[in-house]
C-alpha cells in the first residue's frame, strides 16, 4: 500500500488577474501564499512519510512545495523538479486576460482552448529559448493542447513516480492546474470528454491510497 498526494499551487498572481499563463514564471499572491501554508497543515495530519516530492520549473510550484514541506517537516526529502510537470503552454495566448480572449473569439472558442483535451491554442510565431529548458536540451513548444501536455506528464508517471510508489514510497506532486487534470484523467480513467469538468483548485491536497498493484482503494479532496 502506497500514497499519493497530488495538490495545485497557491494561487498566483496571474490567478489573481485571470490571465493564461502556461510557462510564464509568475509569483504566488499573499493568499497563495496562505494556502500553501494551510494545505501543509492538512497533508501533516494524514501522518504521511513521504520519500520524494516532484514539482515543476515554474516557481509558483516550487515555493508551494517549499512551504508545505516546511509545514509537514519533511524539508529532507528528495525533491525532483521536472519541465514534464510545467504548466500546460497557451502558446500566444500566454499573457493575456482571459475576459480579453473571451471577448475577441467568443464563449465557445475560449471554452475549447482552455478547457478541452484537443483543442491547440493559438500558437507562438517561435519558441522562447530560456536557459532553463535550454541547457537540458529541452525545446520548448510553441503552445499544447491538453492532450500533449498529457504524453508528458504520462511519461514522468510511468518513469518516474508509478515505481517509487509500487516499491512502497509515498509520493508527494505539487504542479498546476492543467498538468493535474492530466493525471487525473489517466488515474480516474476519464474520458476525453468528460475532463472538461475536472477542476482543481488552487492549493487544495487530493490524496490517493493504492495497493500494491497500483490500483486505486480510495481517493479524497482534502479541505
Excluded at 500500500?1 to 498566483?12: A, K
Amino acid at each position: 500500500m502506497s500514497y499519493l498526494v497530488i495538490m495545485r499551487h497557491g494561487e498566483s498572481e496571474a490567478n489573481r488577474d485571470k490571465i493564461f499563463t502556461g510557462w510564464n514564471d509568475v509569483p504566488l499572491t499573499a493568499k497563495g501564499i496562505e494556502q500553501a501554508h494551510y494545505a501543509g497543515k492538512l497533508i501533516e495530519e494524514l501522518n504521511i512519510d513521504f520519500d520524494d516530492v516532484h514539482t515543476s520549473f515554474l516557481m509558483r510550484a516550487i515555493d508551494t512545495a517549499h512551504i508545505v514541506l516546511k509545514e509537514i517537516h519533511q524539508e529532507y526529502i528528495n525533491e525532483h523538479k521536472t519541465w514534464r510537470l510545467n504548466e500546460r503552454h497557451y502558446g500566444a495566448l500566454r499573457g493575456k486576460k482571459k475576459s480579453y480572449i473571451k471577448e475577441k473569439y467568443g464563449e465557445k472558442q475560449f471554452k475549447l482552448w482552455r478547457r478541452s483535451f484537443s483543442a491547440v491554442p493559438p500558437l507562438l510565431k517561435k519558441s522562447d529559448n530560456e536557459l532553463r529548458y535550454a541547457k537540458i536540451g529541452i525545446k520548448e513548444p510553441r503552445g499544447e493542447s491538453l492532450k500533449m501536455a498529457y504524453k508528458r506528464i504520462l511519461s514522468y508517471w510511468i518513469d518516474g513516480i508509478a515505481p517509487k510508489l509500487l516499491d512502497n514510497h509515498n509520493q508527494l506532486i505539487v504542479a498546476h492546474g492543467s498538468t493535474l487534470r492530466a493525471l487525473i484523467k489517466y488515474l480516474d480513467k476519464i474520458s476525453d470528454k468528460d475532463i472538461d469538468k475536472v477542476e482543481v483548485p488552487n492549493g487544495k491536497p487530493i490524496v490517493y491510497e493504492f495497493d500494491s498493484r497500483l490500483n486505486i482503494i480510495s481517493k479524497k479532496m482534502m479541505k
